[in-house]
């Protein structure tokens, strides 16, 4: 059974940065696209970053020069490292993964953690 797990979700000043890791464990072979959602009270979960196997990022616009998605791909873990916090950053990220192959089981699609709470706030 593969799992996600979060981690680095912290109260923060405006201004300040953290670094979220997401680490997949169990029987996994390679892992194609990971990436890193967020959902605010009341509203819809977002697409925040997202890295290929090759390392190919992409951003959405409100995060784009704060924040730098990146993996380890020998660790089976995917960061984001946020900088220049802000208020509107305050959410639950969750992290994701579209593809995983495993030895036990073949293919698996689409796998969620359970979310990391980051607040932005005086």
């Known amino acids: 059974q593969v799992q996600l797990v979060e981690s680095g979700g912290d109260l923060v000043q405006p201004g300040g940065s953290l670094r979220l890791s997401c680490a997949a464990s169990?029987?996994?072979?390679?892992?194609?696209?990971m990436a890193w959602y967020r959902q605010a009270p009341g509203k819809q979960r977002e697409l925040v970053a997202t890295?290929?196997?090759?390392?190919?990022?992409n951003y959405a616009d409100s995060v784009k020069g704060r924040f730098t998605i990146s993996r380890d791909n020998a660790k089976n873990t995917v960061y984001l490292q946020m900088n220049s916090l802000k208020p509107e950053d305050t959410a639950v990220y969750y992290c994701?993964?579209?593809?995983?192959?495993?030895?036990?089981?073949?293919?698996?699609?689409?796998?969620w953690g359970q979310g990391t709470q980051v607040t932005v706030s005086s």
């Open positions: 169990g029987s996994i072979f390679s892992i194609y696209v």
């Open positions: 994701n993964v579209d593809k995983i192959f495993s030895p036990a089981t073949g293919w698996g699609f689409n796998y």
């Open positions: 890295i290929n196997r090759g390392g190919s990022t």
